[in-house]
């Protein structure tokens, strides 16, 4: 009757197998973690911005400063102010912050 010699072979193949099958799989959760707090961060500035957008929309500029808090999805401080014949809006959320300037 003959042993098998390939028995310890097989082993360490699908050990090998595993391990880059699990690697990749670590990979790729990773990348897609990344890739989901970017989209997060990018939808975030898009909220801003359309918050800023409508805000504009519904204000006249003036003379005088006028800053107020709106709620949304989140909180958001709005101010318009007008100086040296530029209108400017500013939004700020946490530690982000958007600021527009019209030239006329």
Aim: aromatic share 10%; glycine share 4%; proline share 0%.
């Amino acid at each position: 009757m003959k042993k098998s010699l390939n028995s310890g072979y097989i082993l360490a193949e699908s050990l090998m197998g595993v391990g880059v099958l699990a690697t990749c799989i670590l990979l790729f959760l990773v990348m897609q973690a990344a890739v989901l707090a970017q989209s997060a961060a990018l939808q975030e500035k898009a909220q801003m911005m359309r918050v800023l957008y409508e805000e504009v929309q519904n204000h006249s500029f003036d003379s005088s400063a006028i800053t107020y808090t709106t709620q949304r999805q989140a909180v958001y401080q709005v101010r318009f102010w007008q100086a040296a014949q530029h209108q400017q809006a500013r939004i700020q959320s946490g530690e982000q912050l958007w600021e527009i300037l019209y030239e006329e």
